[in-house]
């Protein structure tokens, strides 16, 4: 443990500011991916059970095609358009991540260049090989961040797109129903 520990603290030494930044990126961001999902899982499994819990209980008392729409609209508004509104931001989110290890590459390179200039002939070799060292951490960790979290947005806004359609489909079912009862 101690030693993962004491490999991890020179990675952070190694990486230095941008690699804090990607810190911060990608809790936002893996915090947003992991409340989205949450709130849409349930929302699959809809597609099993038939009507949302919230609706198919009240259908029976809704006496109009267009009650039903609200309460598909208000159902819709509630649990879908959540996850909606956060699509856009996961994104950039996802596009920052490596652009924060690409700043984190110039600085290092930064870093690396100021050390050959320093040394003449001589170049200080540690200087150089924190420079790279800095250079490769941070490029490394905004793809680990991003790569990941550009496939579950993916996955995310696919079944987003899919859930909507289901629940379209099941109101205009919903309003026949009513329709065909009233």
Known sequence: MAAWWNE???????????????VV????LFTMLANAWATLIPLLAIRKRGLPDEIGSQLELMESPNQVSAAFAGFELDKVAYVQRRVPFIGVLVAAAPLTGLLG???GML???AGLATGGNAAPIDKISNGISQALVTTQAGLVVSIPAAFLLGLLAHQLSRVEA???SRMYQARAAVREGA
């Open 25 to 28: 990126i990608s809790i936002v």
């Open 8 to 22: 991890l603290r020179v990675m952070f030494d190694e990486g230095g500011f941008a690699l804090w930044g990607l």
């Open 166 to 168: 289901m629940l379209h």
């Open 111 to 113: 870093v690396t260049f």
């Open 105 to 107: 590459t110039v600085a």
